[in-house]
C-alpha cells in the first residue's frame, strides 16, 4: 500500500466512533434539543463493551450490549431533558461526568484497577477481509476493516433514506423547526424525541465500543477523550445532514489519522495531541463565519429589493 | 407559611432531597465491594473531620472548589455555560507559576499581587476565543470550550515538559519563589490564606450579583436572553463581560493551588476542579454565598473520601458519579421553577416551544 492508501485505511479504521455518535448528535439536533452527552454515551459503549466482551467472550454480542447500554444512559438523558424539563446542556454535562465516575469506579470495583484495563479475555471486534479486493488500488483500504466501519456507513445511507424518503423522516426534519406544526398534524413529538435520542445513544455505544474492541482490546480512563464534542462539531459541519455529517466525520478522522502519523517524528508529542482539537476549532469557526456571512449577505439583498 | 418564606425553604429542600439521594445511590454502589455502606460513610466522616488536621484539609481541598464554584455560579446564572473553567485554571496557574519564578526577587507584597493578576489575566485570555466565537458566530459555547480544556492542559504540559522545565522528573516548572508563597496556618496541612481570599471573594460576588446594575442585567440574561435586549442591554456584549469575569475566578483557582498548594506548576494538577465547580455552583443554588457551603460539602466529601479509600476497599472515585448525580437531580428541580416564574410574567400557561428551549440551550 502506498501512503495515500494507509492514510486513507487510518481514516476508515478511526472514523466509526466521531461518525456514528455524529449521527447520534444530528438526529437530537434534528428534533430540537441539544445532546451534549454524546461523549459521555460514547464512554459508556467503551466500557459496557470492554466489560462484556470479558465476560461473555462474543465480540459482536458485546457490541450489541454496548449499544443498549449507551441506549439506556440515552433514554436517562430525555427522561431528565423532556420529563423532567431541565436543561439538555447541564444534564448533559452531568451524563458525562457520571460514566466518567462509573467507569473508573467499577474498573475498580470489577478488576481492583485504575486507569486501565486489558485482559487477554477481551476478544476484540474481528477484521473483516473482503476475498479479491486487496490487488484493488484506493479500494484496498476497506480491506480488513471492522464491522463497525460498514455499521457506520451503512446507517449513513439508511438515515439518508428515512430522513428524505420517508414520512418519518419529514416529521423528524419538522419538529426540530416547527414542534407545534407537527403536534397539529396527530404526530406524538415528545416519542419522536424519545425514539430519536435513545436511537442516537445506541450509535453513540457502537462508536464508543470501536474505540475500546476495534482499534484496540482494552479500556482506559476517559479513552474517548473529547470525541463525544468532536462529533457533535461535525454534525454541525454536517449541517445536520446524514452525508453532511460523514464528511465532517471524515475530515476529523482524517485529521485523526494525520496525527497519528506524525506522532513518531520526534515532536513534542502533546503538541501534536493538541492538533485534532485545533481543527476542530478552525472547522466551526470557518464554517460559521460562511454561515453568518451568507446570512448578511441575503439580508442585504433583501433590502435592496425594497 | 408565607409564600415567600415557603419559597426560600422549598430550594434547600429539594438540594438536601438531591444529596439525600445521591448518598442512597452511592450507598448502593458501595454494596458490591463488601464494604457496609454505613462503615464507608463513617471513614468518609472521620476523614473530613475526625482531627483538627483532617478539619484543616478539608477546608484545603474547598479552596480551590470554593473559586471555581463562584466561576461556575457567575457564569451558570447569566445563562453563559461556560465549561471551559478546568483550562482557564490551568492558564491561570501557569501564568501565576511564571511570574512566581522570574519575579522571585520582588518583595512579596509586589510579587504576590502580580501572580494573582497575571493568573486572573491567564484565565481571562482562555476565555477569549471561546467568548468570541460564541457571541460573534453562535458557535455552541459548551463544545468550544470542551476543546479549549484540552488543548490548554496539553499545551500546559508541554511548557512544563519541554521549554519551562523544573528540577523533577515529572513534567513540572521550577519552584516559585518564597516571596510568591501563600502563608500556611499549620505546617502539616495545605490550608494557605488563598481560603480567606476565596471568601472574601464569595461576599464580593454576592454583592456584586445581587446588589449592583451589572448583577441585576446579569440574572435577567439567564432567565430570558430576549427579555434582557429589550430593557436596553447588549447582550452580547453582556455574555462576554459574564465569561471573562468567569475566567478571571477560575485563574484564581489556578493561582491558590500553584502559590499556597504545589508551589511550582505540576502538569495535569487539577483533579477536575473545574468540574466540580459547577456541581458545587448549582448545590449552592447559583448563590455565591451558597457555593460557599457547596464547596466546604464537597471538599468535606473529597478529603473523607481519601480516608474512605486507604481504610476500605472503595475508590474514591465514587464521588465523582455522586456529583452527577446531585446535578440532574438539581437540573431537573430548577427548570421547574424557572418556568413557574416565567409563566408568571407572562401571565399565559404557555409551554416552551422545542423551538425556545434550542435557542436557550444554544448558548
Redesign the interface.
Known sequence: MNALETLLETTLRTLPPVLLAGMGGMLANR????N?GL?GMMLTGSFVGVIASYYTGSAYGALLIAGLASALVALIFSL?TIR????????????N??I???S??FL??LFGV?GSFSDSNIVGLPKIALPGISEIPVLRAFNNQNLTVWLALLFVILLHYVFYHTSLGLRIRA??????AVTTAGVN?KAL?YGALVFGGFLCGLGGAHLSLGQLTLFTEDMT??RG?IA??AA?FGKNTPVGTLIGALLFSFTDGVTRRIQTSGF?S??I??IP??V??VT??IV??H??SRRKKMLTGRASRK | MSGKLKKALAAPAKTLFAIFVALVIGAL?VL??GTTPLEAYKELWNGAFGSKINILNTLARSTPLLFTGLAAALA?RGGV?N?GIEGQLYIGAFSAALIGIYGQNLPPVILIPLCILGAMLGGLLWAV?PGI?NT?????L???C???N??AE??T??LC??PFKGDIPTNATLKLGENAWLMRFDERSELNIGFILAVVCAVLLYILMFKTRFGYETRALGLNRRFTSYIGVNVNRKILAVLFLSGMIAGLAGAEQVMGVNHRFISAFSSDYG?TG??VA?LGGLNPLGVVIGALFFGALENGAIQMEVMTNV?R?????????I??LI??E???RT?RGIKKVKGAGKAP???E??E????
Not at chain 1, 31 to 34: A, E, F, R
Not at chain 2, 360 to 363: D, G, L, R, T
Request: proline content about 3%; glycine content about 6%; charged content about 10%.
Open positions: 428534533i430540537g434539543i441539544l451534549l461523549e431528565f423532567f424539563k431541565a436543561n439538555p446542556t447541564v444534564v448533559g454535562v452531568a451524563v461526568m457520571l466518567a465516575g462509573l473508573t469506579y475498580s470495583v485504575r419538529t426540530g423547526q416547527f414542534p407545534m413529538v424525541q477523550s473529547g464534542f457533535l462539531a454541525i513534542p502533546m503538541l495531541d493538541m482539537y485545533i476542530t476549532v466551526l469557526w460559521e463565519m454561515a453568518l | 454502589l458490591p465491594t451558570f455555560f465549561i476565543i466565537l460573534k458566530y453562535q458557535i455552541n459548551v463544545v468550544i470542551t476543546m479549549m484540552n488543548i496539553l499545551f504540559d508541554y515538559g519541554y468540574f459547577i456541581t448549582l475508590s472515585d465514587l464521588i465523582s458519579s455522586l456529583q452527577a448525580v446535578i440532574m437540573a431537573a430548577e427548570l421547574i418556568r416551544s422545542g423551538r428551549r434550542k436557550a440551550s444554544a448558548s
